[in-house]
C-alpha cells in the first residue's frame, strides 16, 4: 500500500489544525497581547506539553508502536488486546499520579521551567493558578496519544491527525467567551486547555470500539508487553524529544530577558511547528507504524526504501519551506500577528526568532523522519547518545548567544543543535548499513537546489516590492502575502518540472 494516501491524510488534518492554530495564536495576540500575563500562561502550557511530548508522543509512542505492531503480525489478536489493556493501566497509574504531583507543586515546576519569574509576585502567582489548570491535560492527552498510536498501526491516520483541532476550537471559544466572565481574563485559555484534553480523548474513543481494541484498564507492570515497552521507552525519554528539552531551555533562559521574550519565541515556534507539523510531524506518524511493519517482517530492502522516500521528501518540501520561512519572516509576523496590543516591536523581534528557527527546518524535519529508523527496530540507546550530544552543545551555544543576541540567540542554539543531532542520527544508520540510498541523490540535490535559488528571488524580489509591512493595512498585507507565497511556490514547481523532478520522485519505491 502506498504510503502518500495516509500521509495526505494526516497533512489534510494536521493543516486544519495549523491553520486553526493560527487563529487561536491571532486570537491571543489581539486580546492579549505579548506581556507578562501571557508569559505566565504560555510557561503554565509548555509545562505540560513538554512533559505530553516526553513521554505520550515521545518515548512512550516510540516504544509502544514497534512492539504493539510485533504483537499484530506475529502473535494473535488475543494477546494483542491483552496487551493494550494492561498498558493502559499502567499508562493510566502512572499518568493519573504525576497530575497530582503536577498540581500540588505547581509552584516548584513553575520555579523550576522559568525561574526568572521568582522575583515577579504578580506573574508567579498567575503562572501557578494556570499550571493548576492546564497540568491535567497531561493525563487526557497522554491517553488521547495512546489511543492514536493504537489507530495508528491499523492505518487509521485521520482521526489522530484530526485531534489537536478540538484543543484550539476550545481554546478560541473560552477566549471569547469565558475570559470577559473571569476576574484574570487569561485564565480562560488555561481551561480552553483542561476541556480540551478530555474532548480530544472522547473523541477517539468510538473508533477504537470499531476494532475491538476498547482499552480496559489493568494495571499490570510484569507483563513482558508492558516490562518491554518500558524498557525501550526510558532511554528513550530524551533521544526522542531533544527539540522539546531544548525550546524549554530556551523558556528557561528567556524568563531572564525582558518581558516580552517568551511571547516572542512562542510566535516565532509556532510559526515554524506550522511546516514543521505538515511534514515533519506527518512523516514521522506514517513511517514509524510502517518502518515497524518493515522490521517485523524482516525486510530490510523495504526498511530502507521507506526511509529514503521520508528522506525525499525532506528535501523537497523542507528545504523550500525552511528558505520561505526565513525569507518572509517578518511579512508574515506583522500579517498575521500585529496589532495595538502586538505592536511594531513584537512583530520585529518575533521575525528575528522565526528567521533564526527557520535556519534549522531541515534539521528539525529530518530528527522527524530518521528516530522512527532506530525505534522501528526497537534501538532506542542510539538516539540517547546523540540526543545527549546535542543538548550539552545547545546549552553551551545557549550561553554563547545569547547576550549578544537575546532571544533570537536561543532560538538560533537550538537551530545548531537539532541540525548536529539529525546529522549524527543519519551517519548512524549509514554506518550500520541500515539504510542504502537509492540511486539519483546528486542530480536530486543539484536540481532542487537550483529551484530553492529560483524560489528564494522570487520570494525576496516580491516582499521587497511591498514595501514596508509595519506600514500596510491589514487587508493589503494578506492580499500582498498570499500573492508572494503563491508565486514563490509556482516558481519553485515549474522549476522541479523544467529540471526534471517528477511524480516519482515522490512516491515510495517499492
Known sequence: MSLIPSLVKVSGNTLLSRLLGFVRDLVMAQLFGADGKTDAFLVALKIPNFFRRLFAEGAFASAFVPVLMEYRVKRGFGELKALVDNLAGSLGVTLLLMTLIGVAGAPLFILLFAPGFSGEGAKMALAVESLRLTFPYLLFISLTAFAGGILNIYNRFGIPAFTPVLLNLSIIGCAFWLSPRLAEPILALAWGVLIAGVAQLTLQLPFLNKLGLMPRPRPDFRDPGVRRVLHLMLPALLGVSVIQVNLLLNTLMASFLPSGSISWLYYSDRLMEFPLGLLGVALGTVILPNLSRRQAEGSTDGFSRTLDWGLRLVLLLGLPAGIGLLLLAEPIMATLFQSAAFD????VMAGRGLMAYSLGMVGFILIKVLAPAYFARQDTRTPVKIAVRALILNIVLNIALM??????????????????????????????????????????????????????????????????????????????????????????????????IRKRDFVEDR
Not at 522570487?458 to 508565486?487: C, V
Request: glycine letters at 12%; a positive charge.
Open 403 to 500: 547576550l549578544p543576541l537575546a532571544h533570537a540567540g536561543l532560538a538560533l542554539a537550538t537551530t545548531v543543535s537539532a541540525s548536529v543531532n539529525a546529522w549524527l542520527l543519519y551517519a548512524g544508520l549509514r554506518r550500520e548499513g541500515i539504510y542504502q540510498p537509492l540511486p539519483g541523490w546528486r542530480t536530486r540535490f543539484l536540481r532542487v537546489s537550483v529551484a530553492c535559488l529560483l524560489m528564494g528571488f522570487s520570494l525576496w524580489f516580491g516582499s521587497a516590492l511591498a514595501g514596508e509591512w509595519l506600514e500596510l493595512a491589514r487587508w493589503d498585507k494578506i492580499w500582498r502575502l498570499l500573492s508572494i507565497i503563491g508565486a514563490g511556490a509556482g516558481v519553485y514547481l515549474l522549476a522541479l518540472w523544467g529540471l526534471g
Open 344 to 347: 511594531a516591536q513584537d512583530v
